[in-house]
């Protein structure tokens, strides 16, 4: 069974630091992209159960859900939340036209986890020089289930928001580290405190 | 004379970075706020040569602060915004409010001396 390893503050703030420098490289991509204002949260940083984690990301139906694995240096799963709600007005941005077909929203549910996520744990990597490499996202459906048997027992979790000013569009994209790669990252986080 | 300077930001290794990062030729006078109303109460009691001001920060936000500095009657101080936000949209925000410069994340020391000089500090 995987134990929970916590930050200390100062790890947290670095790292909350960083990833708020990630997501500002991410929501710019994005942004560039839709020549639209990217609204960006502070990045949480906690802790959870399968159980916490599970309501964390699908406490709203009205979402749509991706996943990606990462690999490298550290690894883990990203897990991003897209609304339903302005996906047709980020759609139009994206140069779709209506009506959006099946195949139109699945492209573009992966083409923005791709670019935030990639580009959130590129952005975080590379701050850490640490070498990651991120697979292609999948759609998938959560399901309780199944959801208890991931890895992610105790780990934690990374969770980052980015809003479209001009819609009601937002997305939610939250990295899982399993317990050898919080290990890892916790000995780069020190080394960039000393 | 030192220069007193307020360095707003609500992560600790941020401030600790743009502290490390300020050009060693000239002596500093450093205030440290932990978020924007701390900068506002700074602010409002202290007169400041430059302020390096952070956009996302909890409740009270770097745009907040800007704003605050825009409505007051006080003469507006060189403000150098440092974000990890970087997109033109809110550039154009906090230039139009008054900053002087804009600087993105992660801090580059060779760029802040170069804004410092532009604005006539060294």
Same mark, same amino acid.
């Given at each position: /069974?995987?134990?929970?390893?916590?930050?200390?503050?100062?790890?947290?703030?670095?790292?909350?630091?960083?990833?708020? %420098?990630? /997501?500002?490289?991410?929501?710019?991509?994005?942004?560039?992209? %839709?020549?639209?204002?990217?609204?960006?949260?502070?990045?949480?940083?906690?802790?959870?159960?399968?159980?916490?984690?599970?309501?964390?990301?699908?406490?709203?139906?009205? $979402?749509?859900?991706?996943?990606?694995?990462?690999?490298?240096?550290?690894?883990?799963? =990203? %897990?991003?939340?897209?609304?339903?709600?302005?996906?047709?007005?980020?759609? !139009?941005?994206?140069?779709?036209?209506?009506?959006?077909?099946?195949?139109?929203?699945?492209? %573009?549910?992966?083409?923005?986890?791709?670019?935030?996520?990639?580009?959130?744990?590129?952005?975080?990597?590379?701050?850490?020089?640490?070498?990651?490499?991120?697979?292609?996202? $999948?759609?998938?459906?959560?399901?309780?289930?199944?959801?208890?048997?991931? !890895?992610?027992?105790?780990?934690?979790?990374?969770? =980052?928001?980015? $809003?479209?000013?001009?819609?009601?569009?937002?997305?939610? =994209? =939250?990295?899982?580290?399993?317990?050898?790669?919080?290990?890892?990252? !916790?000995? $780069?986080?020190?080394?960039?405190?000393? | 004379?030192?220069?007193?300077?307020?360095?707003?930001?609500?992560?600790?290794?941020?401030?600790?970075?743009?502290?490390?990062?300020?050009?060693?030729?000239?002596?500093?006078?450093?205030?440290?706020?932990?978020?924007?109303?701390?900068?506002?109460? @700074?602010?409002?009691?202290?007169? @400041?040569?430059?302020?390096?001001?952070?956009?996302?920060?909890?409740?009270?936000?770097?745009?907040?602060?800007?704003?605050?500095?825009?409505?007051?009657?006080?003469? @507006?101080?060189?403000?150098?915004?440092?974000?990890?936000?970087?997109?033109? &949209?809110?550039?154009?925000?906090?230039?139009?409010?008054?900053?002087?410069?804009?600087?993105?994340?992660?801090?580059?020391?060779? &760029?802040?001396?170069?804004?410092?000089? &532009?604005?006539?500090?060294?």
């Amino acid at each position: /069974m995987s134990v929970v390893i916590p930050l200390d503050e100062e790890q947290r703030d670095a790292l909350q630091e960083l990833l708020n %420098i990630a /997501m500002g490289q991410a929501a710019n991509s994005l942004a560039q992209l %839709i020549e639209t204002k990217i609204d960006i949260s502070i990045p949480k940083i906690t802790s959870v159960t399968p159980a916490q984690l599970y309501s964390l990301l699908f406490g709203s139906q009205d $979402t749509f859900h991706t996943r990606q694995s990462f690999l490298g240096d550290i690894q883990g799963e =990203v %897990i991003s939340v897209l609304s339903r709600s302005g996906l047709s007005e980020i759609a !139009k941005l994206m140069d779709y036209s209506d009506p959006l077909s099946k195949e139109d929203v699945e492209e %573009i549910i992966l083409e923005l986890s791709n670019i935030l996520a990639g580009a959130c744990l590129a952005g975080l990597s590379s701050q850490l020089e640490l070498t990651t490499n991120l697979n292609m996202p $999948t759609l998938f459906t959560p399901n309780k289930e199944n959801f208890d048997e991931l !890895k992610w027992q105790h780990s934690l979790v990374m969770e =980052v928001q980015f $809003t479209v000013a001009v819609s009601s569009f937002s997305m939610r =994209v =939250v990295f899982c580290l399993d317990d050898d790669s919080l290990t890892r990252m !916790k000995d $780069t986080l020190d080394e960039l405190l000393d | 004379m030192a220069l007193s300077v307020l360095v707003a930001d609500d992560s600790k290794l941020s401030r600790r970075s743009v502290k490390k990062s300020l050009p060693p030729e000239l002596d500093y006078d450093i205030s440290e706020a932990t978020n924007g109303q701390e900068a506002i109460d @700074f602010l409002a009691e202290n007169t @400041f040569d430059l302020v390096l001001l952070d956009l996302t920060m909890p409740e009270v936000d770097g745009v907040d602060v800007l704003e605050y500095l825009s409505k007051r009657e006080e003469c @507006f101080p060189n403000v150098i915004v440092i974000s990890a936000d970087f997109q033109p &949209e809110i550039q154009r925000i906090v230039l139009s409010l008054g900053a002087q410069r804009f600087i993105r994340k992660p801090l580059d020391k060779e &760029e802040l001396a170069m804004t410092m000089f &532009e604005l006539g500090y060294l």
